[in-house]
């Protein structure tokens, strides 16, 4: 294995690259979050911390979708190279019924393993929900979202997200 570098804010940052083909790094993460799943009754493969799931994305043989709203991702920022397919829409959150007909014109193999991203790791659980219900056999939720937790003055970005955790994002 080799180790990747990226910077974000000038802050530079290593971590070693990692494969799904063996069992580094990687699988550990999806096995720990299936064992998760199972024991607590998940209706998906599981969920990821932030730090694994970019760490699994690295490694080129996972697909990370964005599912929060057109909105979102333009004033709140969001990650390159992540695909696109809003679970609702619009500031009301208004639900999108076509939301597991986009993602399977997206990611057309059901068995590829898909990691979902909301703003705190909710909308993306309930899509990752729906999406294994249409046959989709390795949903994975991206815990904290991109934005985290409300803290206790009500304020995203604090108590944990992707960008908390100094992640690579872009902001349009």
Not at 76 to 85: A, D, E, F, K
């Amino acid at each position: 294995m080799t180790d990747s570098t990226f910077s974000h804010t000038g802050t530079q940052y290593s971590e070693p690259a990692s494969d799904l083909s063996g069992t580094g790094p990687t699988l550990d993460v999806l096995a720990q979050a299936r064992l998760q799943a199972t024991q607590t009754g998940l209706a998906f493969a599981g969920s990821v911390h932030p730090n694994d799931a970019w760490q699994l994305v690295q490694s080129g043989d996972v697909s990370l979708v964005d599912v929060r709203t057109v909105e979102e991702r333009k004033f709140v920022g969001y990650v390159p190279g992540s695909i696109h397919v809003p679970w609702a829409t619009g500031t009301a959150l208004t639900r999108n019924p076509r939301f597991v007909k986009e993602l399977e014109n997206k990611i057309k193999d059901k068995s590829k393993v898909v990691l979902l991203l909301c703003r705190s790791g909710k909308r993306s659980a309930v899509a990752a929900e729906a999406a294994s219900l249409a046959g989709f056999g390795n949903m994975f939720n991206v815990s904290e979202g991109f934005e985290g937790d409300l803290n206790e003055v009500e304020q995203r970005g604090q108590l944990g997200g992707w960008r908390f955790h100094h992640l690579p994002w872009v902001q349009d």
